[in-house]
């Protein structure tokens, strides 16, 4: 109907009318295609939940892949693995606007959720995004940064002297800013 094209359209709904018609669409959601069930319901959207996940594992295999394509990375192998650069050229068009899609409709979801009281949504995400980007940045990155160091730039000190003292800086290591949050922007 007219509804569905203004959504795919961008038009007067945008985005906030799709949240809206799937959290309060006709009987309790939209219809999986002869599942004869809601795939949306008391707000949550199902079809988004996997969504999410196949996006999240796609990411996890794609930068478990950044190890073996010929171009740089943080940690790298010795003996590139060539082919895998053709999928990983794949989704390089598409992966993160995928990723944004996919947040784009979540953050919608939990601010309808908060009746669009922007304060509220952002002190009940905020200690659930700082926390454990701190927590990375303290014990998850500092690794990473410190095998790029020592195989990339040589680097001659050991990891916990690296850690208690080179990380913690504010500045520049070889040309790596530290301490660095590296991939946890995305949380």
């Known amino acids: 109907g007219p509804a569905r094209h203004r959504i795919a359209t961008g ?3 945008g985005f906030a009318g799709a ?7 006709r009987r309790g959601g939209a219809r999986g295609a002869g599942l004869g069930r809601s795939i949306v319901q008391q707000g949550r959207h199902y079809g988004m939940d996997w969504l ?13 892949g950044m190890v073996f394509v010929p171009w740089g990375y943080h940690v790298k192998t010795e003996h590139p693995l060539p082919w895998v650069a053709v999928p990983m050229l ?6 993160m606007a995928l990723l944004f899609a996919v947040s784009g409709f979540a953050t919608a979801m939990l601010l309808a959720r908060q009746d669009g009281r922007i304060g509220r949504f952002l002190a009940g995400r905020m200690p659930r995004l700082l926390l454990p980007l701190v927590f ?11 095998v790029q160091l020592v195989t990339q730039h040589g680097y001659a000190k050991g990891y916990l002297t690296f850690w208690l003292g080179d990380y913690f800086t504010a500045g520049e290591i070889h040309g790596i800013i530290v301490p660095t949050w590296n991939h946890l922007w995305f949380q």
Request: charged fraction near 10%; charge should be positive; aromatic fraction near 10%.
């Open 52 to 64: 999410r996940i196949g996006a999240f594992g796609l990411l996890i295999l794609y930068h478990v």
């Open 136 to 146: 990375g940045m303290v014990v998850i990155v500092p690794p990473q940064a410190w």
């Open 19 to 25: 949240v809206r018609l799937a959290t309060h669409g």
């Open 90 to 95: 794949a989704t390089n068009a598409w992966r």
């Open 11 to 13: 038009g007067p709904c």
